[in-house]
């Protein structure tokens, strides 16, 4: 399968842990992008990657939330301290240009209990 | 700011029918695109169509088409000869740069 992965596909975890979830996009996409979705929404844009740097954060990214694109290749959003509002699903997108379809993965969705 | 307006939340259709999805947007951009993407039940987000602003002629894909109105900012989706697999979540999107705006989704069941 030659399509946008993530992992884990599901996380609970309690608040206060931390957790890291991890994408791996289409190999010669060299764009990534990290989306949140709530029940009933639509995603909403986190971060964005052009290859190994990190050129726009949303404001919903508190200070406990830090994403990285090592080599260009996959890429993994942590997020510190979670919090109960943090319970959502973590989208994974990659593109080869801008303005491009972006491929989504299958989600990470998180539940802090 | 860029904004995307689904007025819709759940629209159902029957079988074989014709259903229309609308949709709204705001941004000053003069070079965007739009994007239509499904998003079945438990399943990944996938694209259903996409629009260039700067082409006049509205894109189509087998039995999806849109109707772009640019001075209106509409952007509407239909959906022909509807199918079962057609149930899921429908997202309006707008690209200017390097990210994707959404809309709240409509949410279609096509009934048997």
């Known amino acids: 399968d030659t399509g946008v992965s993530q992992n884990p596909r599901h996380k609970i975890t309690k608040r206060g842990q931390n957790v890291t979830f991890r994408c791996d996009p289409i190999s010669e996409h060299n764009r990534l992008y990290w989306y949140r979705q709530t029940l009933g929404q639509g995603p909403e844009f986190l971060t964005y990657f052009q290859n190994e740097a990190q050129l726009e954060k949303s404001r919903l990214l508190s200070d406990r939330f830090s994403a990285e694109r090592p080599k260009g290749s996959f890429s993994t959003l942590e997020i510190q301290r979670t919090e109960q509002g943090d319970s959502a699903m973590y989208l994974c997108a990659s593109s080869l240009r801008t303005l491009d379809e972006q491929y989504f993965g299958p989600g990470t969705r998180l539940t802090v209990t | 700011a860029q904004t995307v307006t689904q007025s819709q939340p759940e629209m159902s259709v029957q079988e074989a029918e014709t259903v229309t999805l ?63 697999g057609d149930t899921a979540m429908y997202f309006c999107s707008l690209d200017s740069s390097y990210k994707l705006i959404f809309g709240s989704g409509t949410r279609l069941l096509v009934r048997p």
Do not use: G, H
């Open chain 2, 22 to 84: 609308s949709c709204t947007y705001d941004t000053s951009e003069n070079n965007y695109y739009l994007f239509w993407y499904k998003q079945p039940p438990s399943r990944q987000m996938i694209l259903v169509i996409r629009q260039e602003a700067y082409k006049q002629q509205n894109a189509t894909e087998n039995r999806f088409s849109v109707n772009f109105q640019k001075a209106a900012k509409s952007f509407s989706l239909k959906i022909s000869d509807s199918q079962l």
